[in-house]
């Protein structure tokens, strides 16, 4: 093994400079011995990928082999950060910054720096709960039979019973791990890392994981900004569900379909305002290309070759595995294009979203492997970054982008820009379902944690704090121990990155829709002429903190977190909220939806072929067939937008700087026909007349022949009338 060699080349490379005490000969030493530690880590991480991989798919030994691979990787990695620091020498690192920062990385390696029994106990009791979860084939589905996971979620989605949502729920709570177990012998594991890694409290080792100073009390400060338009959210859907009288009272996590309340998206379809035809035909066109499992990623694929940044592998694909649960689970063996995922092959606007997240998080791996700099610790370092959560959630953001819809055949562009303001409001109404709920569970788990750990919940009421926590921060009535269905939870990882990250995202769209030059213009074309400030800190990697790099991927016009790109996505939700819980104040507003035209596909390869790889065989009766029965599913709901597209209020907003800053008003779309309308009218009465001027002339030819022939008939009676 790579361990014995690490330790015969750092004794036979001492045994050679003896004597020599130059600064240059501390500095050669120490890298030489940290390019030995980074061969060994290596090939712990392709073991433990193999090991993650078995257990993945459900192979045989597969959990007790990833048991074994993990705990052998923290005592490894204890050992190694103690050779490393006996090396470590002023002079070695006076000159070298890049010396430093992989030093640093090693040296406060994370949690593996506990004690070998701690660490192993913190390992067990995560690796056990996920794979539990992952394989239980007894989940009540209400369907009076026995489900996977897998069916489990699918279920959910679609159940339209609370009391049912509610059984379903349970039956994932009874696979959690136990609570007391978590509480007296998992979350005070680490204070212990703290103390390891050289840190008075959790929350300055969180921070030093994040690589963001006050990480927490930033956190805090935004969260107090963006709250407000959460609550507006939270209000809309209790008026929806469960009428006034519900509004402001915590609503129950099951009756949001969902199993922590980290994601309301499964009920889209039950809070859409009146005009939603985007969503409509959004949900049709998913499910009659069939864009799931490896179908999405291509088209995943596609959004990110045309931001130039390159395909991915196919031999990544092959490797993957499409018939397992969502999200995507992304197995890194820590070398150049060896990497693969398990994911499902859901069909759903939500799945849509996540893979497009998940192809730029293997896309942003591959970039960074590439660069020669990178080696395994400014790779895969146990740290946080807020960019590599903020440029994939960037890039879903995109898939929404009423261009790339239409260059994907999911929405016409045409049809968008005849009710943008309306066909927008709905796709941030999509996406607010999906990140306000994750930004408030991301912040609430980290600082209950962190309330357990100081004291501030006395132990005696720790186990039922959580519930009662949610209730208080989230208004929302959940379980004392749902937040157990979590990795992130179960391994004593901070959420702060992820949360970051969010915010970031719509800082990095601001910045790039403000540079907009035409009213019309093609944002991801946009992107893509300036892709290098999204490349730049792939590239990078972690051979700086990534707080280093967000004023040159904001274009210098941030250097920090701000939630105001955030508002500013939403501003056109916030304030249809507003009106939809004050509607006293809407009065005098005029319904100014205009129903587009109906245009005929094009007739192009895409139709019969969504990717070179993939043929897709359509049948037309069975595509109307799957549309009408989506439509009936779809609920028309009764809540009008009141929508005024001369509003100087859109015109302000980042999203109305998309792709339509001036969008047409009602009484002129009303006024003047569409011209491309017009042109179809007058082809119709050219054709028209064409065809009746070609029915006249047969009619005459065959009228001509006819009468020629009677006259060839009476001429030959005549002539045998003579004989």
């Not at 960037?394 to 820009?417: G, M, V, W």
């Not at 943008?420 to 980290?446: C, E, G």
């Not at 990155?497 to 213009?521: R, T």
């Amino acid at each position: 093994m790579r361990s014995s060699i690490t330790l015969f080349g750092v004794c036979l490379y001492a045994l050679l400079s003896c004597g020599t005490t130059s600064s240059g000969d501390d500095r050669r030493w120490l890298t030489s011995l940290v390019d030995l530690v980074e061969l060994d880590y290596e090939d712990h991480c392709e073991q433990r990928a193999t090991a993650s991989w078995n257990e993945l798919i459900g192979a045989s030994k597969g959990l007790a082999t990833k048991l074994e691979r993990d705990k052998a990787f923290g005592i490894f990695s204890r050992q190694q950060t103690a050779d490393v620091k006996s090396a470590i020498t002023s002079k070695a690192l006076s000159s070298d910054d890049l010396l430093r920062r992989k030093v640093k990385l090693l040296v406060q390696p994370g949690d593996t720096l506990l004690e070998p029994e701690q660490w192993i106990r913190l390992v067990t009791f995560g690796d056990t709960a996920l794979h539990n979860l992952r394989f239980a084939e007894d989940y009540n589905c209400g369907t009076g039979t026995n489900c996977t996971l897998k069916e489990l979620n699918k279920n959910m989605a679609r159940q339209q019973d609370a009391e049912v949502c509610l059984l379903m729920k349970k039956s994932w709570e009874q696979k959690l791990p136990d609570l007391t177990e978590y509480l007296e012998q998992i979350l005070p594991l680490l204070r212990n890392a703290s103390k390891e890694n050289g840190y008075n409290t959790v929350e300055d080792y969180w921070d030093s994981l994040v690589e963001y100073e006050g990480a927490m009390l930033k956190a805090r400060e935004i969260w107090d900004n963006v709250k407000p338009l959460y609550v507006k959210l939270h209000k809309y859907i209790a008026l929806r569900l469960k009428g006034p009288d519900a509004v402001g009272h915590p609503l129950p996590v099951h009756l949001l379909k969902s199993f922590n309340g980290d994601d309301w998206s499964n009920l889209i379809e039950s809070l859409l305002p009146k005009h939603h035809d985007i969503y409509q035909k959004l949900h049709a066109n998913l499910q009659i290309k069939e864009l799931g499992g490896l179908r999405a990623f291509k088209e995943a694929e596609k959004l990110l070759k045309l931001l130039e940044m390159g395909d991915i592998d196919e031999e990544i694909f092959t490797d993957s595995y499409f018939n397992s649960s969502c999200p995507a689970d992304i197995v890194d063996s820590c070398k150049p294009n060896k990497l693969k995922f398990i994911t499902c092959e859901d069909v759903s606007l939500g799945n849509y979203i996540e893979t497009h997240e998940a192809a730029t998080k293997i896309k942003y791996k591959l970039i960074s492997a590439s660069h020669s700099n990178n080696t395994y610790v400014l790779r895969e370092a146990t740290r946080y970054s807020a960019i590599y959560e903020a440029i994939p959630g960037f890039i879903a953001l995109l898939s929404l982008n009423p261009h790339t819809l239409d260059r994907a055949k999911l929405y016409p562009l045409e049809r968008f820009n005849h009710n943008p303001n309306h066909h927008r409001l709905v796709l941030q109404l999509i996406i607010a379902l999906r990140d306000l709920p994750k930004l408030n569970y991301y912040i609430a788990a980290d600082e209950w944690r962190l309330k357990v750990l100081m004291g501030d919940i006395p132990p005696a009421k720790a186990a039922t704090s959580w519930s009662e926590f949610r209730q208080n921060f989230s208004m929302l009535e959940t379980s004392n121990k749902d937040f157990l269905g979590d990795s992130y939870t179960l391994f004593n990882k901070p959420f702060i990155g992820k949360f970051m990250g969010i915010i970031l995202k719509y800082q990095i769209y601001q910045s790039f829709a403000e540079e907009l030059i035409s009213d019309d213009y093609d944002l991801v074309m946009h992107v893509s002429e300036k892709n290098d400030r999204l490349i730049d800190p792939m590239i990078k990697g972690m051979s700086v903190k990534w707080p280093e790099m967000v004023s040159d991927l904001l274009a210098k016009r941030e250097n920090g977190l701000e939630y105001t790109g955030l508002t500013d996505y939403f501003r056109l939700l916030d304030e249809y909220l507003d009106n939809q819980l004050d509607p006293s104040g809407d009065s005098d507003d005029i319904d100014d939806y205009v129903v587009p035209p109906e245009i005929e596909p094009e007739n192009d390869k895409d139709k019969s072929t969504l990717d070179n790889d993939i043929p897709i065989i359509e049948n037309n009766l069975d595509n109307k067939q799957k549309d009408k029965e989506i439509s009936v599913n779809i609920m028309d709901n009764v809540i009008d937008t009141g929508d005024d597209p001369n509003s100087k209020s859109f015109e302000t907003s980042t999203v109305g700087v998309l792709e339509i800053k001036n969008p047409v008003a009602s009484n002129e779309q009303n006024e003047n026909v569409n011209p491309k309308e017009a042109s179809y009218n007058t082809y119709w009465w050219i054709g028209i007349a064409v065809a009746l001027v070609v029915v006249v002339a047969l009619v005459a030819i065959i009228a001509r022949k006819r009468h020629n022939h009677r006259k060839q008939l009476e001429r030959q009676r005549r002539e045998n009338s003579r004989a």
